[in-house]
């Protein structure tokens, strides 16, 4: 129990500082520093780059060698948190706001590779303390508590974003109060740490003969999982840096932040509710269907987000965004916990984790930015171009639906 208030806690803290802090950034750097919506991507691309190159090359290889979890978690929060503030000083420093845009996408890179010591130590870390036939049901309830944290934070961020409507938007980030909150919130975390074990393959729970029960790892499909994976992640979360901006364009819904924060937190209340059904959905429908659900309910979303032209339409994406989101979350890492030697659990789950931080980035670089940048260039509205990306995005994910299910007909196939 200890150990679980430790790890809820934490997560909570890091829930609450990304909606207060990301929610609204990619509005900050496109509406108030002006950068291109290709641009904007940059600040979550860039960064999640660093970070899976560090867990995978850097972190990964620390952790198994010398089966340290918490430890990198702790000193991962610490030096983001001071990096975070700092980010703020300097990217007050030069007069042109393009510029100053730049310097918050590099410094934000610069921290990703702290950040990464937190990434894989936790998700090694859930796979030491508990046992795989639990894993998914603690990350369903872990993913609840986060909503919770996500909620306080998106509001806390709407509000701070423009000081409650009485100053300039922009206000939070441009003053620094965003900045500070999240830092300090990074040093919070590391306390609800101190309650948890260290972890490492030692802590397992061991057989009658006293010795470690060995996973058997499949290359091939480990590979075909996480190509899936990539394209499901890549798909639905290329709208993340996009989505926002759509919100608030003036030629469109034109939501004001606090507004857009309500609308955010639809995604919340879906998280927090499916959070804590989901081991019991586990348990009812297994990890594989689970996911396969997850998946196509993150597809209903971005149709309806690329089709939408009422606001009832866009909570409803919202909230299947929050479904789909916990659903994912837990099934896919039960299943790859299955997959993954747990002599292995720092390399291999970098790459798995590169599935899921690449796709904040790069998807948004590659696919949803340029496609509403090109249309915008040829004269096409704002509304027309984001909504285009937005059901590109669709299609993405239902291709990695598709080669998620001929993974599990192989499986079924050779289990004959």
Known sequence: MKTFIGISSFQILAMFRRGLFYSYLAIYLRHFLGLSVTMTSLFATLPMILNVLSQRYLWGTYSDKYQRRRSLIIWGEILAGIGTILVWYFHRLPDDKIHAGWVVIIGLTVIEVFWSMSNIGWSALISDVYDEEDRGRIMGKLEGLGGVGRIIGIVAGGLLYDKMGTEFAGWGFYKGSLFFISGVVMFLSVFPMLLVPEGGIKKRRRDASGLTEPSAFHPSYFVLFILSMALINFGRNSVAVTMSQYLTLESGFNLSAMTLSHFLNI??????????????????????????????????????????????????????????????????????????????????????????????????????????????????????????????????????????LFLFKLEQARAK
């Open 267 to 404: 995604r919340s209340m879906g998280i927090i509710f499916t959070g804590f059904i989901t081991g019991w959905l586990l348990k009812r429908t297994g990890t594989r269907n689970l996911l396969v659900f997850g998946a196509f309910a993150a597809v209903g979303s971005l149709f309806l987000l690329g089709t939408a032209g009422a606001l009832l339409n866009i909570g409803i994406s919202n909230l299947l965004m929050g479904v789909s989101e916990v659903l994912i979350m837990a099934s896919s890492y039960q299943l790859a916990s299955s997959y993954i030697p747990a002599e292995k659990r720092g390399e291999l789950f970098s790459i798995f984790n590169a599935t899921f931080l690449l796709s904040w980035g790069i998807a948004g670089t590659c696919i949803t930015g340029p496609i509403t940048d090109l249309l915008i260039a040829m004269g096409r509205s704002q509304v027309f171009a984001y909504r285009v990306s937005f059901n590109t995005a669709a299609i993405i994910t239902l291709s990695g639906i598709v080669l998620l």
